[in-house]
Each structure stands twice: as C-alpha cells, then as structure tokens.
C-alpha cells in the first residue's frame, strides 16, 4: 500500500500511511446520497451472511431450519434464544479438541518459519559468503511455486517415515511453505538497517550471533509482527495442507477440518453448524481486529504468498 | 578456567548441544504419544500435551540455533568465521529444498515418468488433455480467472473510491474488510446458509431465496413474469459455479479495497485539487488522475486475486465436492490423489497448476520490486 506512494519506503517497514491531513467537515459531507447509499449497500451485502450466520447459531433447530434468521431479527422475544448449539458442538462434538489442535499447529508453524526467515534474512543481508546470491535467488524465485506442487512427492515421504498425522510434521510443511515470502519480506526490512549500527557492535566485541538477537530482532519487531498476523491466519485457515499432511483422524483434526467433517456428515444440522463455524472463525477474529494496524501492513508484502 | 579458554568452549557447547538434543528427543517421543509415554489419562493429556507441543515447538527452535551458534562457536577461529553464515541461511535453505525444491522437481518428474510400459514422456499430458472431466476442470478455472479478479477489484476500487468521502470511513471499511479474518470453509458455511433452498410454497430460510422469491413475486403481480420458483443455487448448472465464485468477490473485495484506498490516500492532493480547479467533476478526477496514479497498485491487487483463484480448492471441495460441473484443477488433483490414487495424473494437474501461475507470479513480483518491496 505504502509503496505505491512512496517507492523510498519498503511497505512492512513504513508505517500504515499517516491519514491525509483531514478534509473539513463541509468538504466530507459533500458526498452525495447515491454515493453513501451505495456504500451502505455494498457494506450490508458484506455483512449480512455472517450476521445471519451468527443469529442462527443462538436459534433453536426447529427455528433455524424453518424460518429464515431475520424473522428472529424482527420478533427478538418471540425468539427461542439459546446456547444449546454452542454446548453440544463444544461438549460431545469434538469441537474442543479441534480447537485446542488448531492452537497447536498454528502457534509453531508461526514461530518457526519466523525464526528460521529471520536468522535467514540477517545472513543474506550482512553476512559474505560462498553462494549467497544463488541461495537467495532460489529462495525468492520459489515464491512462485504453488503448494499443490508439493503435495504428492512430500505425501510419499512422509507416509514412508510415518509423519502423516503427526504435529512436526504439519509444522515443517507450513514452515516450508511459508519461509520463501518471510524470508523475501524480512530480506527487505533488514537489509536496510542503518550500517553503522553492527559496526559500533562488532567493535564492543559482538558476535553476529548477539548482534541478530540483541539489535536486529528487537528493531525488525513491525516487520515480524506483519508477517506473524499474516502466517497466523493463513495456518489457522489452512485447510488443504491440514487436510493432506494431517488428516482427519480426531486426534489431530484441526478446525477447519472438523468443520468440513460437519458439512459433510451433518449438513443439515444447521444449527449445529452454525455455531462450529463460529467457534472455527472467533481467534481469528479477535486477531484481526485486535491488531488490524499490523495486519493492513502486511497484507499488501503478503499479497504473493505461494 | 576462564570462559575464554577454547577447552571451555568446548565443553558448554557440548552440554548446550546434549541438552537441546535431549530435551526435543523426549518432547518429540512425549507427543507422538502422550498417554503411553506419560502414562496420562487421556483427557488431561490433552491440554498438557498442547501446551508441550507449543513449548516445544517455539523454544525447540530457538535452542537449536543457540546450539548450533555454541558449537561453531568452540571451533578454531577460522573454521567459525568460514561456518557463521551458514548457520544463518542453511536451516531456511534446508527446509526450502526438501519442502518446495525436492517435490516440485518430484512432481514434474512424476508427472513425465509415471506412464503405462512402453507409453511415451506425454501419456500423462495427453490423458488430460483428452479427459473431458479434466477439460472442464479447466474451464471451470478460466471462468473463475476471468470473473472473480476483475469484479473484486472494480468492486474493491469503486467502494474505495466512494468510502473516501464518508463520515465513517474505517467503520464501513471494517465490515467490508472482516472476511479477510474467515476461512474458505467457514465462508463456505457462512454461503450455504445464504444459498439454501426450500422447496416453493414454504418459506425460504435462506436469504437469497427469500429475497428471489419476494422480489419475483412483485413482478408476478405486475405481470411481467407468470411465476417465479427458488432457485438451489449450489446445485443447478451452470448457475452453482456463478454462485461459488460470488464466495471468492466476496472473500477478496475487502484486500482489493484496503490495498487501493491506501494507494488514493497516497494520490497526490495538488494533482486532484489542481483538477478540481480546472473544473473537473469529482468522477471525471476519479477516472483520469486517481486510477492511473495507482496502476501499480491495481495490478498488484488483481494479480494477486488472480493467483488466489487459480488455486482455489477449499471452498469448491467443501460445497460442492467438484461434483455438478463445478470442478477446478486444484480439486481434480486432490481427487486424483487420494480418490484414484493415480499419482501421474495429480502430479499432471499441479504441472498444469504451476504453468498457469509462473507468468502471473512473474508480473506480480516485478511489479511488487519496481515498487520497492524486497531486495
């Protein structure tokens, strides 16, 4: 986003853009009713299917497989309210357990690639050695592989060394899968790091080990955390790689996984489904909006995810 | 002994290194099977055995760079200075080679040799391009490339455009933005519920329905039309596909927007204001000074949708199952893999993938570096 305005600024690191200073007030309300009944439109097109979503899953099943969720919108005390739904897919469903391996999938598979693109990016930026621009190079250009390429060579591995199923074994495929747009990302903040600053610490005796931990990582904590938001969600929603490296087995089912299963099994027990997708969507969420700033930064660096 | 002393060395980084060996062994073990390991009841293993797995998994990899960085650092001066670099790039390398490197290769190689006795590099190829389910797999993707980036965008623009002007603003862009935080499945859910049909007469629970059906009743009362039916929007061919890639507009308008109402913010207000006073109209500013300021952007957004869309495979695989002609390569793959078991032609398909994407991708990264992301 940034970058499109300003080309000195890589866009992870520049701040989200300081808001033009305001327009006056006279100036805003200039906007003529079709332009602002146009964008109410297209914001409650936006908005209604997850609000209906979100009202059927306190609905009775009765109520949500006979009328639609707006007549309980309407009557709110003719309504039937009830957390029933949310007990029975969190109690007997395996909601839970899916939640809990969602958290323990997603948290590694973020820190990982984070990890391993950060000390990668510090070497390719500032370290001289043998084959750097190569390795870089291939790096960069696997950004344009799809995962799908991925899928049956590493299914044979790991169906050969009993990975299949298994949580280091989903956490290295996300981190392979994500490590060439967190290395291209973090390559981009941390090569522009003023010069002087390892200088005067390699004079007090640093190694470039502590001049990663104690300088470098503490100063690229914007760029970390866009990417982290971004990785977050992308593993959390991830369905295909869960689907394919994990499987569907209870024990390691992941949300998204889950929720499929309930579509699949039980695609008329709305309200059922209702509320497990609610469930599948509330981290995310509450991530997204608790640190939007973070995530509009990313988004845009992020846009070539392979 | 000092701490200077190479013997010293040697000996921490030896201890650092058993240690984090140690420790991930028996955190590894622990996972691969919590209760028989531990012997733990089943149910409090759970969390236990979540919160080990997240240790494990975040501290594990900490400690082995530092275990790692102590033994080159025990080594004699000059083999350290000739290793560091190494133990900075090697591990992303190592995982990128056995993770994108070895499978791409694999795939295509697969996709060439996997053949019948005695049938040529092709067979592959040649079968898919004969298969009629497979020709409408790639039908299906061009209708999906064709519709879904370009109508995101030009939604994504226009509201962009329009949002600038309102009170309001980040609150209307919110809402519009929030399917972003959504799943492909829980977008799939969310849709089936707006697209579900009961048979006429009764009344409909979905919205979509509920508003067809409303809206064509006025028309019958005024004649223009004799009746008017609901519609099952996932199940008639060819109106299902139309309807799933209205899921994908959905899920990516907010990007688009986001990503283009920076871009005007950052239009220069001299070069709109000095149209302004030109007497330009406001439209007239929009379509001759702000769009072709932030071509860069807009490219970048539609590629990016582009690519998106050319690997879609959730959302199709979990409303439709790629059944009633609404199948895509990316769930012709799958299906191959795991329902035929015929590894030739899946790894064929993600060739196929992989050919489509590449000139994309290349325009997309080009673009993204004239604007200055990455090296």
């Keep these: 986003m940034t970058v499109v305005v300003d080309p000195e600024s890589t866009p992870e690191l520049a701040?989200?853009?300081?808001?033009?200073?305001?327009?006056?007030?006279?100036?805003q309300a200039k906007a003529?009713?079709?332009v602002r009944v146009s964008v109410f439109l297209i914001v409650a097109l936006w908005t209604l299917p997850t609000l209906g979503l979100l009202i059927n899953s306190f609905r009775t099943s009765t109520e949500s497989s006979s009328t639609g969720w707006w007549t309980s919108l309407f009557n709110p005390f003719a309504t039937d309210w009830t957390l029933d739904n949310y007990a029975s897919v969190l109690g007997s469903g395996g909601l839970f357990e899916a939640l809990v391996n969602s958290l323990i999938v997603t948290i590694p598979s973020t820190v990982i690639p984070i990890t391993l693109a950060a000390f990668a990016a510090y070497g390719f930026a500032w370290l001289?050695?043998?084959?750097?621009?190569?390795?870089?190079?291939?790096?960069?250009?696997?950004?344009?592989?799809?995962l799908q390429l991925a899928l049956v060579p590493m299914l044979q591995i790991y169906q050969g060394t009993g990975l299949t199923g298994s949580f280091v074994g989903i956490w290295l495929a996300h981190t392979g899968f994500g490590l060439p747009l967190a290395v291209f990302l973090l390559y981009g903040f941390i090569s522009v790091l003023p010069k002087d600053l390892f200088e005067s610490a390699f004079i007090d005796g640093a190694t470039p080990f502590t001049a990663f931990t104690k300088l470098v990582l503490p100063l690229s904590v914007p760029a970390l955390a866009s990417f982290a938001i971004f990785q977050f969600l992308w593993v959390w929603n991830d369905f295909l790689v869960a689907l394919v490296f994990l499987g569907p087995s209870s024990d390691v089912a992941v949300l998204t996984i889950e929720l499929a299963s309930i579509v699949g099994s039980r695609g008329e027990a709305y309200h059922l489904l209702t509320a497990a997708a609610f469930v599948s969507m509330l981290i995310p969420l509450v991530v997204f909006i608790a640190l939007q700033r973070y995530f509009v930064r990313g988004l845009l660096a992020g846009s070539v995810k392979g | 002994m000092t701490s200077n002393q190479p013997g010293f060395r040697v000996l921490r980084a030896l201890v650092i290194a058993g240690v984090t060996f140690a420790?991930?062994?028996?955190?590894?073990?622990?996972?691969?099977?919590?209760v028989a390991f531990a012997g733990m009841p089943a149910n409090l293993s759970k969390l236990v055995q979540a919160l080990i797995a997240v240790?494990?998994?975040?501290?594990?990899?900490?400690?082995?760079?530092?275990?790692?960085?102590?033994i080159i650092e025990a080594l004699p001066a000059k083999a350290t200075e000739i290793l560091r670099p190494y133990l900075f790039v090697l591990p992303a390398v190592a995982v990128v080679g056995l993770y994108l490197i070895y499978p791409t290769v694999g795939t295509v190689a697969t996709s060439l040799t996997d053949v019948p006795e005695g049938e040529s590099f092709f067979y592959n190829y040649s079968q898919a391009f004969t298969n009629p389910d497979v020709l409408l797999a790639l039908r299906n993707n061009f209708i999906w490339l064709l519709i879904a980036p370009l109508v995101s965008v030009v939604i994504g623009l226009v509201f962009a455009g329009m949002v600038d002007k309102i009170r309001l603003e980040s609150l209307a862009k919110s809402f519009v933005f929030m399917p972003l935080a959504i799943s492909f499945v829980?977008?799939?859910?969310?849709?089936?519920?707006?697209?579900?049909?009961?048979?006429?007469?009764?009344?409909?629970?979905?919205?979509?329905?509920?508003?067809?059906?409303?809206?064509g009743g006025f028309l019958v009362d005024l004649g223009v039309i004799s009746e008017v039916e609901p519609i099952a929007w996932l199940q008639v061919i060819p109106v299902n596909t139309l309807a799933l890639i209205a899921i994908m507009i959905w899920l990516q308008v907010g990007f688009a927007m986001v990503v283009l109402s920076a871009a005007i913010k950052g239009v220069p207000a001299e070069l709109t204001e000095a149209a302004q006073i030109d007497g330009a109209t406001e439209r007239q500013i929009f379509v001759r000074i702000t769009v072709p300021s932030i071509w860069g952007a807009?490219?970048?957004?539609?590629t990016t949708i582009a690519i998106a869309v050319l690997k879609v495979f959730d959302l199709i695989f979990v409303t439709t199952g790629g059944n009633l002609d609404t199948s895509v390569v990316a769930v012709r793959q799958y299906q191959e893999m795991f329902r035929f078991r015929n590894f030739g032609q899946a790894t064929t398909m993600a060739v196929i993938l992989l050919v489509a994407v590449i000139p994309i991708m290349v325009v997309n990264i080009r673009n993204l570096r004239r604007q200055g992301v990455g090296a």
């Design chain 2, 55 to 70: 240790v494990l998994g975040v501290a594990g990899i900490w400690a082995l760079f530092y275990a790692g960085n102590a």
């Design chain 1, 32 to 34: 003529s009713w079709l």
């Design chain 1, 128 to 146: 001289r050695f043998k084959g750097r621009s190569l390795l870089f190079g291939i790096i960069v250009a696997l950004l344009v592989v799809p």
């Design chain 1, 15 to 27: 701040p989200v853009p300081a808001k033009r200073p305001r327009r006056r007030r006279d100036e």
């Design chain 2, 23 to 34: 420790a991930l062994w028996f955190g590894l073990r622990f996972l691969s099977d919590p």
């Design chain 2, 186 to 215: 829980g977008a799939a859910v969310i849709w089936k519920f707006v697209y579900a049909w009961k048979p006429a007469g009764q009344p409909q629970i979905g919205i979509l329905n509920a508003f067809w059906v409303w809206a």
């Design chain 2, 298 to 302: 807009l490219l970048t957004v539609y």
